[in-house]
Structure formats: structure tokens, C-alpha cells
């Protein structure tokens, strides 16, 4: 989708070189930075933290439909990580799609539940100070699961006030939450901490609780600084699982029911980051380094009693993961016979091990069987390179090329999917930038990208649960992309974009019914058109209109079908925001996500879903605020998420039953907030 975003930027003259001003800069006013002269292609950009405290939002997870053409739902739990959708993808919980907290991977490979997995319930939004966006394998900086885009979202290193606030809801929500920063010695601590509840309109309680501090300390400006960040979150839930559209029709349980209402899950995240940027006349150093642990125990049964008719098909998939990875990047600013030249390298890392990670049968939480169990090492290694020359002042390039190494090493309690497997891939990168005149550029990208297989695919020889003989996965999977864009602000007050594109990727992962995470397909073809509009009306008053097509197949013909199953065609947003009207602002946003199909002969389709947020606040005085949010303003009956795929409800056949298995959006919802400025 492309957002419901308020925005704003005010109409001023160009440009800048990735880094280095050659014209008059940007004068940016309000919620984004994506002025021109500002990126490397159309569907790139940044959204500031005004944008951010501006608009409602239901789930945390939600921070990512600040980028235009980002669909956030769930198809289970709130515990859990969301459900994305962005160009043509349903990237299920993050596959396709790379998400960073301060340099900071947060999609987790060979995850328990499925491949990217990215859950942002640790992050708290009054502490992010930006969200820099890309769409497409266009940069030599990002690696795996980057393919349809990146987003880096960087906290805040000093805040403008310090707050405490308390939400209240229907369904026993709550949020309690605090955030401020102070000086200490040369520089500033800033911290956060939040508790929170919720039921949910399920009829059995979902009963999530969250617990998250963040502290983050940091010296210097934005050219010359360092922070060092240290997270932690915890949470439980009973999760609202897909449910089967034929048990709701026959009255079986009511349409926020549950079939198996044991499901849910236990997580936790710690994590130690650190940031350093130093500059120079002629050169910038950034570098990042992490650690992370995490855990996860989730229980989920998808298929009911398919696969065991007397105990049910739950099942508990269980990680213990340590994490920790670097980067370290050098830009030299100078000039070639009069050119102005930036020459970028750049060394990325990561390791990630887990042990145990595994897959138990279960009843009601109680493990009966053991389906598999493995100890997983991951390592990869990158180097890039990126050069831009400013060749006039209306032409730009910026050429990239990338490696990555990758290992994986996995023991695993069936022997014959124990082994060791090394891949590497060569990325090419290029962009092309022409303009600007009368205040409009234009682009031509190009690249290469991947994402990696889960590691336990790439040694894998027998199915977990048959013990089948079955052909290892590749380890890492080639993507191409190219877009064309143009990007003005001709017209005073609005900032325009579109993006013409396309995707080939020589595997897709899909979403497996049976299984309840993602496995690789077919190879796929993408292509659609964005149009972002952002548009200031009156000092007080901002608008968006963001609308996105997108077509996807299967590039190798199957009898099945070659239709992708959940791949969104078409996607609008439109929103509001009134800000500083005396006491009073507010916002209004609308998102629409159309059909698509569910299976690949698109014989079975999802319906559309269309929802709208909306937000009334008063100032009462410096001190207190109070605001009203409402979550599915005109009470639509939706779907967050739809699947097809065979399950058994007591007394049908054996086979089970082909049906729509889908996520309810939640009914009107009002929470209530009043916040203290001290």
C-alpha cells in the first residue's frame, strides 16, 4: 500500500549529491525529506519523527506503513510478528523486505517460524527519529531480504520533551509509558520504558502483555557522533489465529473465535548496540556493531486435526538465538578532472546461532513428540563498493557492486540433515539520476540482489515429519530489479512521485499452510506503477494520496497454476493531518488493499479490505494533552489476512477439507490517551 501518511514539504530548489551539496539545499517543512536532489531513485525516501507522533496506530508493527506501499496486518497473535505486504509480495513476516533498528538486523534468519521474521514489538515509537526507506535491489549497501526494499529506522539521540502518558481502550487495553532524555557529562541519555495489555475482541482473551525498557546514551551532532543503545522486551499472548471461513458460516464458532484456544506464544529480545559517525573535509566514517538474544516458544495449529485425529496437529516451534554483526563504511569526497566524485566501501558481518531450534507436536502446550531439533550456525560476510560522480548538474550515477559469503552449519537430530554448506553472490548496482528542471527529476535504477534459504533447507535430505527423501534448497536466491521515476514539485506545496518497475526472482517463498511458515517455490516475474502525492494545503492542513499496481507470476509453468498465492494488485491510501489549529489536530487515514489470489489456478480470491484510523487531540494547556483514537472507523467486516489450504474439523473426511482460512480485522475501537509534558 501506499500510506496514509500526512505530509509535508514545503516547494524549495534542489540538490545535493549523495552527501555532498552542489546546489541550494532542501528546505524541508514538516513529515518527510524527499526533496529533490535528496535520493537515488523515485521510491526512495524519509520520514521524520513529526510524521510519526502524528498518526494513530493500532500495532507497533505498523510503524513500517510509513513506507509507501507497506501493508501491515496479522494473522495472528499481537505477540507475533506482523503480516507485510509491499509491491506484489506477501512477505508473510518480513521475507523480502530488510528492516533495521539502528544498523541492527531485525529480520532473523532460519527462524523458527519462518524465514525474515521481523518483529518490531520492541520498539517504541515515541523513541524513532526517522525511517530512511528503499524500494528495490538498487543499493550496494543492503544484502539479503532486501529485494523489495529496506527500512532503517533511527532512534532518537535527544528529545524535545519528556513525557508520560497512559492509554485506555476497549477490551482491557492498556499502555503506560514514559520517554525523556537529560544531559549527562557531553551527552544525553535518553530512555523509555512501557508496559502494556490487551484482550482483544476475542472471545477467548488474547491476554497479550509486553514489557520494554530502552536505554541509549550519545555524544556529538549528526556528523560527528556516537550512541550506545541497550533494549529489552518481553511478552506473552493467547493468539486469534486464522480461523476457518466454514466453521464461522455453520456457526461452530462465533467470527472472532478460535479453534485450538491454547495457541500463542512467549518471546523475549535483549539487545547492546552501537553507532559512530566521524567526518571530515573529504572523508565519512559510519560504523555499527551489534548484539543480540533472543527466544521464542510458539504454539500454532493451522490444520486442526488433519494430520493427528486424536490429539489435534499443535505445534511448538522453539528458538534460542544469539546474534551479533558489524559494519563499517568509508565515503572519500573529492574530484576527477573537475568532477565531483564520492567513493564508498564497506565491510558488513553477521553470526547468528541457535540452538536449540526446533518443532515439537503438542497438545494444549504439552510437548507429546519431537519432530525435529537442530543446532544452526549462520556466518556471512560482505564487502561493497559504490561510486558516484556528479557528471553535470543534471546528471548523476551512482555504480555499485556487492559480495556476500555465506556459511551454514547445521546439526540436526535426523542425521542425514546434518551438514555444512558455503554460497556466494555477486550484486551489480546502478542508478541513474537526470535533472533537475522546473524542480522534477528523473530516474533509471538498476540491480541485483538475494535472500538466503532457511539454513536447515540448504543440508536438508528428509522431510521432519515423513522422513521423505526431499532435494536441499539453494542457499541463496538471485533477484534483478529496474524502475523508471520521476519526482517533482513543479506545483507549490506538492511533492509528486511515480515509480515503474519490475522484480525477477529465481525463487519465491511462499507460505505454507501445512507447515505454518514459509518454503521456496517457483521462480517469479513482478511489475507495477506507484504514485505518491504529498501535498500541503494550508500551513495547518496535509494531505496524501498514495496508490500502487502491481502484477506477479510464476515464471516457471506449473499445472497447478502460475498465479503467486497473496499477491496484493492493487493498493491506495489517503490521508489527512491537522496540526496546531489553536488546542486542536487530527488526522483521518484510509488504506485499501484489493483481491488477490490464494491459490495459483486463482480460482479462489480474497475479498478487499478497506480501513480507516482517525485521531481527534486537545492541547489543555503546555502540560497536558489528551487524544482520541479510533481503529476501524465505520466498523468494516474484513479480512487482515486470508489463505486456502486444507484443514479438518472433527467428523469430516480424513483428507480434510479445502476452505478460506482467514484473520478478522478487529471491530471499531476507540483508546483514550493522556499524555503529561514535563
Do not use: C
Request: hydrophobic share 35%; net charge negative; glycine share 10%.
Amino acid at each position: 500500500m501506499i500510506l496514509l501518511s500526512m505530509a509535508a514539504l514545503a516547494a524549495t530548489v534542489p540538490v545535493a549529491t549523495n552527501g555532498e551539496p552542489v546546489m541550494a539545499a532542501v528546505e524541508v517543512r514538516g513529515h518527510y525529506d524527499n526533496g529533490i536532489g535528496t535520493s537515488s531513485a523515485a521510491s526512495q525516501g524519509s520520514v521524520t519523527a513529526a510524521l510519526i507522533a502524528n498518526r494513530p496506530a493500532l500495532r507497533p508493527g505498523e510503524l513500517l506503513e510509513f513506507v509507501p506501499g507497506v501493508i501491515v496486518t496479522q494473522h495472528s497473535g499481537d505477540g507475533k510478528a506482523n503480516q507485510y505486504f509491499l509491491r506484489g509480495f506477501n512477505l508473510d513476516h518480513g521475507t523480502d523486505f530488510a528492516t533495521f533498528v539502528d544498523g541492527m538486523p531485525v529480520n532473523m534468519r532460519a527462524h523458527a517460524h519462518g524465514q525474515g521474521y521481523t518483529d518490531l514489538n520492541f520498539l517504541m515509537p515515541e523513541l524513532v527519529d526517522r525511517i530512511n526507506y528503499k524500494k528495490g535491489p538498487y543499493y550496494a549497501d543492503e544484502g539479503d531480504f532486501a529485494s523489495a526494499g529496506a527500512a532503517h529506522m533511527g532512534l532518537a539521540n535527544k528529545l524535545k520533551e519528556n513525557t508520560a502518558s497512559i492509554t485506555v481502550g476497549e477490551h482491557q487495553y492498556y499502555r503506560a509509558n514514559l520517554t525523556g532524555s537529560t544531559p549527562l557529562g557531553e551527552g544525553n541519555l535518553v530512555y523509555g520504558a512501557e508496559l502494556g495489555h490487551n484482550n482483544g475482541p476475542w472471545v477467548s482473551p488474547e491476554a497479550f502483555h509486553k514489557s520494554l525498557g530502552v536505554l541509549r546514551y550519545s555524544q556529538g551532532g549528526s556528523d560527528n557522533q556516537f550512541s550506545v543503545t541497550g533494549m529489552a522486551y518481553k511478552g506473552g499472548w493467547y493468539a486469534s489465529n486464522q480461523i476457518p471461513l466454514r466453521a464461522v458460516q455453520s456457526g461452530a464458532i462465533d467470527s472472532y473465535g478460535a479453534i485450538d484456544t491454547s495457541d500463542g506464544g512467549i518471546t523475549s529480545r535483549y539487545s547492546l548496540s552501537a553507532t559512530l559517525q566521524r567526518r571530515s573535509s573529504d572523508t565519512l566514517l559510519q560504523a555499527n556493531a551489534y548484539l543480540v538474544q533472543s527466544s521464542l516458544d510458539l504454539y500454532n495449529d493451522f490444520t486442526y486435526f488433519l494430520d493427528d485425529p486424536v490429539n489435534g496437529d499443535q505445534s511448538r516451534q522453539t528458538e534460542k538465538r544469539r546474534m551479533t554483526g558489524f559494519e563499517v563504511a568509508q565515503t572519500w569526497f573529492g574530484k576527477w578532472g573537475g568532477l565531483e566524485v564520492n567513493n564508498k566501501v564497506g565491510v558488513q558481518g553477521r553470526y547468528d546461532y541457535l540452538s536449540p531450534l526446533a518443532l515439537y507436536s503438542t497438545v494444549k502446550r504439552q510437548i507429546t513428540g519431537v519432530i525435529t531439533e537442530s543446532k544452526v550456525k549462520e556466518a556471512n560476510a560482505a564487502v561493497y563498493f559504490e561510486n558516484t560522480v556528479q557528471w553535470r548538474e543534471w546528471l548523476r550515477t551512482t555504480a555499485g557492486l556487492r559480495y556476500d559469503r555465506y556459511h551454514f552449519d547445521v546439526s540436526s537430530n535426523i542425521a542425514e540433515n546434518t551438514g555444512k554448506v558455503s554460497d556466494g553472490m555477486t550484486s551489480p548496482k546502478l542508478a541513474v539520476v537526470l535533472g533537475p528542471w522546473a524542480k522534477t527529476e528523473f530516474f533509471i535504477n538498476y540491480g541485483e540482489g538475494f535472500h538466503s534459504n532457511d539454513a536447515r533447507g540448504t543440508t536438508v535430505h528428509l522431510t521432519p515429519k515423513e522422513r521423505e527423501p526431499i532435494d536441499p534448497v539453494t542457499p541463496l536466491v538471485k533477484t534483478r530489479g529496474a524502475e523508471l521515476g520521476v519526482r517533482t514539485e513543479f506545483v507549490p506545496g506538492l511533492q509528486s512521485s511515480m515509480a515503474l518497475w519490475k522484480l525477477r526472482s529465481a525463487s519465491e517463498l511462499v507460505f505454507s499452510g501445512d507447515a505454518g511458515d514459509t518454503a521456496a517455490s517457483r521462480g517469479s516475474y513482478r511489475s507495477g506503477i506507484e504514485w505518491n502525492n504529498h501535498y500541503i494545503a494550508a500551513p495547518w492542513l496535509l494531505f496524501d494520496l498514495d496508490l500502487a499496481y502491481s502484477r506477479a507470476h510464476y515464471t516457471e509453468h506449473d499445472a497447478a497454476g502460475d498465479y503467486i498465492p497473496g499477491a496484493v494488485g492493487k493498493v491506495a491510501s489517503f490521508g489527512a493531518t491537522v496540526t496546531d489549529l489553536g488546542p486542536w489536530s487530527g488526522a483521518f487515514q484510509m488504506r485499501y488493499f484489493g483481491p488477490r489470489p490464494l491459490i495459483e489456478d486463482n480460482s479462489q480470491r480474497s475479498a478487499t479490505t478497506a480501513i480507516a484510523y482517525a485521531r481527534v487531540g486537545y492541547r489543555i494547556d503546555r502540560r497536558w494533552a489528551v487524544s482520541l483514537d479510533a481503529f476501524n472507523l465505520f466498523d468494516r467486516k474484513a479480512s487482515d489476512v486470508d489463505y486456502y489450504y486444507a484443514s479438518r474439523l472433527p467428523g469430516e473426511p480424513a483428507e480434510g477439507v479445502n476452505d478460506i482460512h482467514y484473520h478478522p480485522v478487529e471491530p471499531r475501537t476507540f483508546r483514550l490517551t493522556l499524555k503529561a509534558t514535563f
